[in-house]
């Protein structure tokens, strides 16, 4: 499957959406070994970012990348974990279909869902990535994500103990 910038259409989700985006994940989580999550769960977090798609009140936004019709990644954006006192704080997890992988797709989530931030109240983004993710490590890196620590042997994947990178980015203050 060949697809290029140009083929990919980024939005936000809408509720038709939730079983395409529950499936993806479920592709997805079965055949890899660099994700934290083992299959979706429906959180209350995941609920509505389904149902809503974006909320500017409490930060967060589920963005989809369509190719001819099919979902084949998205990004999310959840802020305020802890409540009030971390809310300028969102975390951003991001998931690409295999075959979509190293086309731009992610990049340009990426970027479109910069372009939300400062309406979110986002003046700080983390992530977390498997510390064998390269590609998902250099993509955060790639917009300005470091390295901020590191949870050792964080997840157990068949019977191996892995770390976890947590990387975050500050975004630039208009005067």
């Given amino acids: ?5 140009d083929d ?7 509720h038709s959406d939730r079983e395409r985006v529950i ?6 989580t079965s055949e890899e070994k660099q994700l934290q999550t083992g299959a979706y769960q429906a959180t209350p977090t995941w609920e509505r970012l389904l149902s809503e798609g974006i909320c500017y009140e409490d930060g967060f936004v589920l963005l989809v990348a ?3 019709g099919h979902i084949v990644g998205f ?8 409540g009030p006192k971390d809310r300028h704080v969102g975390n951003v ?3 690409i279909q295999r075959e979509y992988r190293s086309k731009g797709i992610g990049s340009t989530l990426l970027e479109e869902l910069l372009h939300l931030t400062p309406d979110l109240g ?5 992530a977390e990535v498997i510390a064998s993710n390269e590609c998902s490590k250099h993509l955060f890196e790639k917009f300005g994500f470091q390295v901020e620590g590191v949870r050792h042997q964080q997840f157990r994947i068949g ?7 947590l990387l975050a980015t500050w975004l630039p203050t208009e005067c």
């Fill in 66 to 68: 369509e190719v001819e």
């Fill in 1 to 5: 499957m060949s697809a290029n910038t």
């Fill in 23 to 28: 499936d993806l994940i479920s592709t997805v």
């Fill in 93 to 95: 997890g991001i998931v």
């Fill in 75 to 82: 990004t999310r954006l959840t802020s305020g974990a802890c």
């Fill in 122 to 126: 986002c003046s700080k983004l983390t």
């Fill in 8 to 14: 990919v259409q980024v939005r936000v989700v809408c």
């Fill in 159 to 165: 019977d191996e103990y892995v770390d976890e990178i």
